[in-house]
């Protein structure tokens, strides 16, 4: 069982402007992503708020994979900081998991 905590959602903010909390979950990011990404940004931004860091190392290869095109920021209602949001993750990632 997971335990919520907000452990995850400190240490990202350390880096900047960590957002996601001002995400409405609106669908937009879904309806507009071109790469047709396995998990979409509100659900990778809802397990770091809830601090399921298991949930979001699952999900390397998909943050990965975000082109950074910033469609489904420029469309964003809730104006979350989409693709800074995804540099903070592999940011975050990349000290954490390959040491760098």
Same mark, same amino acid.
């Given at each position: 069982?997971?335990?919520? +905590?907000? %452990? &995850?959602? +400190? $240490?990202?903010? %350390? ?5 996601? @909390?001002?995400?409405?979950? #609106?669908?937009? #990011?879904?309806?507009? #992503? /071109?790469?047709? &990404?396995?998990?979409? /940004? !509100? $659900? &990778? ?9 298991? %949930? ?11 082109? &950074? #095109? %910033?469609?489904? $920021?420029?469309?964003? /209602?809730?104006?979350?900081?989409? +693709?800074?949001?995804? !540099? @903070? ?5 990349? !000290? ?5």
């Amino acid at each position: 069982m997971n335990k919520a +905590t907000t %452990k &995850l959602l +400190t $240490e990202l903010r %350390k880096d900047g402007d960590f957002n996601a @909390t001002a995400c409405i979950n #609106c669908g937009t #990011c879904t309806g507009l #992503c /071109p790469h047709g &990404l396995d998990i979409l /940004p !509100r $659900e &990778l931004f809802r397990y770091v708020i809830l601090g399921l860091e298991d %949930k979001v190392e699952a999900n390397i290869e998909t943050i990965y994979s975000c082109l &950074l #095109c %910033k469609m489904c $920021e420029a469309n964003c /209602p809730g104006d979350v900081n989409i +693709t800074a949001n995804i !540099r @903070t993750l592999r940011n975050y990632i990349n !000290r954490k998991h390959f040491k760098i």
